[in-house]
């Protein structure tokens, strides 16, 4: 099983770009990196997925260097409301056979967005 | 449109108790799968059902279970409830099971459980 490692916390200004790391060292060729973002006493909400290179949406851009090891989290000018837990996942491999869909979640880091 | 639903919102238990929550998914969504999170950690994956059968399974004991109904919401069941069962248990749906793409997870708010 692919097991993603992330920083425990970070701090951050208001208005700052944000680049969160995760590294997913047992990567398999199958597997999509996807980002959630939870706050307090709520389901983690869809953030970014990617496989390789670089993917941008309208709220981050996601970026995967060749070897897939890890990948990195950009959030351009943060706010305060950008204060939440982000987590790194990687997908499970699908069998053609009709396996199922486990998503793993580490314990993610804790974004804290300064005034 | 509406997202995934849960209820109860809040539930408090007794150990021994049993308790059932429930979960409805996006409309048009045939794949649930249950979370379990305790404070501090990352949400744990219970089980996920497509097309009303179970389709995996955590590391999770046998009091643990769960079925998915014909309109595709699902029940998520925990008998002789524990202290270490109090957490935030979370639904997700999603459109479909397989694919060669990673298929988008839509979670719930969750049910935060407490067992006294």
């Known amino acids: 099983l692919a097991k993603t490692t992330q920083p425990i916390s970070m701090d951050s200004y208001e208005g700052q770009e944000v680049n969160i790391t995760c590294s997913h060292n047992?990567?398999?060729?199958?597997?999509?990196i996807t980002w959630y973002q939870q706050f307090p006493s709520q389901g983690p909400r869809f953030i970014i997925q990617?496989?390789?290179t670089k993917v941008t949406n309208e709220v981050a851009s996601l970026f995967i260097p060749a070897d897939r090891k890890s990948s990195t989290l950009s959030l351009p000018r943060v706010s305060l409301s950008d204060t939440a837990v982000y987590y790194c996942?990687?997908?499970?491999?699908?069998?053609?056979?009709?396996?199922?869909?486990?998503?793993?979640f580490g314990t993610g880091t804790k974004l804290q967005v300064i005034p | 449109d509406a997202g995934v639903t849960q209820s109860p919102t809040h539930l408090i238990k007794t150990r021994g108790q049993h308790v059932t929550l429930r979960c409805s998914p996006i409309?048009?969504?045939?794949?649930v799968s249950w979370y379990q999170q305790v404070l501090g950690q990352g949400p744990q994956f219970i089980f996920q059902?497509?097309?009303?059968?179970?389709?995996g399974r955590g590391n999770f004991p046998d009091r643990f279970s769960a079925r998915q109904f014909p309109n595709y919401s699902s029940e998520l069941n925990v008998n002789a409830l524990l202290l270490g069962d109090s957490a935030l248990y979370l639904c997700?749906?999603?459109?479909?099971?397989?694919?060669?793409?990673?298929?988008?997870?839509?979670f719930g708010p969750g049910t935060r459980l407490t067992v006294l």
């Open positions: 996942l990687v997908g499970e491999p699908l069998p053609n056979s009709g396996g199922y869909q486990k998503v793993t």
């Open positions: 409309s048009g969504h045939k794949s």
């Open positions: 990617g496989y390789k």
């Open positions: 047992n990567i398999a060729t199958n597997d999509y």
């Open positions: 997700a749906s999603s459109l479909r099971l397989g694919g060669s793409s990673y298929n988008e997870q839509f």
């Open positions: 059902y497509y097309e009303k059968e179970e389709r």
